[in-house]
């Protein structure tokens, strides 16, 4: 069941992009009685069908999990964090390289923000890593040293 409600709710949002758009496209065209009501008539009907679906109803009766949603970190807010980002980088003139650079600094800042305490561990070791491997060098494998040593000798025996 859990898979024809997921089915059926991707339909529904497959169908909800075309419908939204020219009903976003038609309130920019004729202006009604309230600004976008044929768009927020559509939000209305997709908030509805997604009622009526409930794809996750058959969790409705177990206790709520551990997991929470930090408010920073849902789509609206990070959405606004990056338009900010892009507002304040226009008004200062920036350039579209400048802007994509904002933006990547913004979303690697949302990267360190929300990785657990185990995967910065890793990356620490990770870059401590490399910073080693670009001072030393690579190290060799068991193979390549033995080659070399058979190499070093063939010298030694032809010098």
Known sequence: ???????LDN??????????????????????????????KVLRWG?????????YSAIEHHPPGSFKVNP??????VIAR?????????EKGGTAASIKAALDRAIDQLHRET???????????AGATDKLRVKIG??????????EEAIDKEHERDG
């Open 1 to 7: 069941m859990f898979q024809l409600k997921l089915l």
């Open 11 to 40: 339909l529904r949002d497959f169908a909800l992009v075309p419908i939204s758009l020219v009903a976003a496209l038609i309130d920019l065209v004729y202006k009604g009685e309230r600004e976008g009501a044929l768009f927020y």
């Open 47 to 55: 908030a509805h069908s997604e009622e009526v679906i409930d794809v």
């Open 72 to 77: 920073a970190y849902r789509v609206d807010s």
């Open 82 to 90: 990056l338009e900010g980002v892009v507002v304040r980088e226009y």
């Open 115 to 125: 990785k657990e305490k185990g995967d910065r561990a890793r990356d620490v070791v």
């Open 138 to 147: 690579p190290l060799q494998t068991e193979q390549e040293q033995k080659v």
